[in-house]
């Protein structure tokens, strides 16, 4: 019987049926006002948020200063040469300075006259330096460390040695040419 009376209702109210599309968010509309009616907050649909790409990005540079951080707190070779001997640490930094003052000479006296002579100490002050670093690699990885002390204090020795010298040749040759413009008259 029911089926008889649906079947005469679809009659009665062919062409009658509304079939335009309803408005666009018509169905948010309605859960929502459904919620409401009973009580039930709703979930809105999320409108699109700058908020997680910004925290992915803030994310990355946190672990990128960490990495840096972590990178940064490795100890330079003088740190663990100074941990090894910090004797060596204190007399570095006197000969260190003793070496730049002469070097500050040696370039102040360099004229045309002495300027090869100043050249090939450059060259062999960093030859010099450079036999340093390998001692203090040498020292860092372990190797006889009264031994290479020494060599390190000699390497110093040899290089204010070698400036000594050849600021007093340039000396020389400053009072020979002084002398030697001297015995000429015009």
Same mark, same amino acid.
């Given at each position: *019987? &029911?089926?008889?009376?649906?079947? @005469?209702?679809? &009659?009665?109210?062919?062409?009658?049926?509304?079939? &335009? !599309?309803?408005?666009?968010?018509?169905?948010?509309?309605?859960?929502?006002?459904? #919620?409401?009616?009973?009580?039930?907050?709703?979930?809105?649909? /999320?409108?699109?948020?700058?908020?997680?790409?910004?925290?992915?990005?803030?994310?990355?540079?946190?672990?990128?200063?960490?990495?840096?951080?972590?990178? #940064?707190?490795?100890?330079?070779? &003088? %740190? +663990?040469?100074?941990?090894?001997?910090?004797?060596?640490? !204190?007399?570095?930094?006197?000969?260190?300075?003793? $070496? %730049?003052?002469?070097? /500050?000479?040696?370039?102040?006296?360099?004229?045309? %006259?002495? /300027?090869?002579?100043?050249?090939?100490? *450059?060259?062999?002050?960093?030859?010099?330096?450079?036999?340093?670093? +390998?001692? !203090?690699?040498?020292?860092?990885?372990?190797?006889?460390?009264?031994?290479?002390?020494?060599? *390190?204090?000699? @390497?110093? +020795?040899?290089?204010?040695?070698?400036?000594?010298?050849?600021?007093?040749?340039?000396?020389? $040759? /400053? #009072?020979?040419? #002084?002398?030697?413009? %001297?015995?000429?008259?015009?």
């Amino acid at each position: *019987m &029911e089926k008889e009376n649906l079947e @005469n209702l679809f &009659e009665r109210l062919q062409g009658s049926f509304d079939i &335009e !599309e309803p408005a666009k968010g018509h169905q948010d509309r309605f859960l929502q006002k459904l #919620n409401t009616s009973k009580g039930v907050v709703g979930i809105q649909k /999320k409108s699109r948020s700058w908020w997680k790409p910004l925290s992915i990005a803030a994310s990355i540079v946190v672990l990128i200063a960490i990495g840096l951080g972590t990178i #940064n707190q490795q100890t330079t070779l &003088e %740190e +663990q040469v100074a941990e090894i001997s910090p004797e060596v640490s !204190e007399s570095q930094f006197y000969f260190a300075s003793l $070496i %730049e003052d002469q070097v /500050k000479q040696l370039e102040e006296a360099s004229s045309p %006259e002495t /300027k090869q002579i100043v050249d090939d100490t *450059m060259l062999q002050l960093h030859k010099l330096k450079e036999d340093y670093n +390998q001692l !203090e690699q040498d020292l860092v990885n372990g190797g006889n460390s009264k031994l290479i002390l020494s060599a *390190m204090i000699t @390497n110093f +020795q040899t290089r204010i040695d070698l400036l000594q010298d050849v600021l007093d040749q340039i000396e020389t $040759i /400053k #009072n020979f040419k #002084n002398y030697d413009d %001297e015995n000429y008259t015009i």
